[in-house]
């Protein structure tokens, strides 16, 4: 299965709420450039490539379900 770009920052962002919602960051959003998305984790903005912030994110959620 192919994912576009537009469907994994989607997922990303999706996933992003879920965890802002859980308290397990403190923020979010668009990075930079296309290929980023912003997180703000333990108090740090970072940018992570689209993938990296999804598999951040997902391991994040999974390890408090």
Do not use: C, W
Not at 9 to 24: G, M, N, P, Q, S
Request: aromatic fraction near 8%; charged fraction near 35%.
């Amino acid at each position: 299965m192919n994912i576009t770009k537009a469907d994994l920052r989607d997922e990303v962002r999706e996933l992003a709420e879920e965890a802002f919602h859980r308290k397990l960051i403190s923020g979010y959003g668009d990075g930079q450039d296309s290929n980023e998305y912003q997180i703000v984790y333990q108090g740090k903005p970072k940018h992570f490539p689209l993938e990296k912030a999804r598999s951040l994110l997902r391991n994040l959620i999974k390890r408090l379900a």
